[in-house]
């Protein structure tokens, strides 16, 4: 924890706290978690891909890039999945979790 002053135009100037996750790591973003089902194709808004989706017999992410190339990556945990569906930026997430660690084929 540490103290920052905040100064804003027309106001007193003082002093707040900043409290950081490592802090108190009990802090959690409170995000709702998936049902683990089948989930179609979905858009996504992402400067890199286009829709993903999800299929839990056969824990398949399919993956279509706005560049209109298709994959599909098989034997993926369904974690892998809720973290990619709630990711910031997908195309991050994609490249760091999903891309040449899992099985894929090309599908378009």
């Known amino acids: 924890m540490y103290r920052k002053k905040l100064l ?3 106001y007193k100037e003082r002093e707040i706290e900043i409290v950081t996750r490592k802090e108190y790591p009990e802090i959690e973003t409170k995000v709702r978690r998936l049902k683990k089902q089948d989930y ?5 808004s992402s400067s890199f891909i286009s829709e993903i989706g999800y299929e839990t017999t056969g824990r398949i992410i399919t993956i279509m890039m706005l560049a209109g190339k ?4 098989s034997n993926v945990p369904f974690k892998i999945w809720e973290g990619f569906y709630y990711a910031h930026s997908k ?7 999903i891309k ?3 099985d894929s084929r090309r599908i378009i």
């Not at 179609?40 to 996504?44: K, Q, R």
């Open 100 to 102: 040449g660690k899992y």
């Open 8 to 10: 804003r135009k027309g």
């Open 40 to 44: 179609p194709l979905t858009p996504v």
């Open 70 to 73: 298709g994959y599909e990556y």
């Open 91 to 97: 195309g991050t997430y994609y490249n760091y979790y």
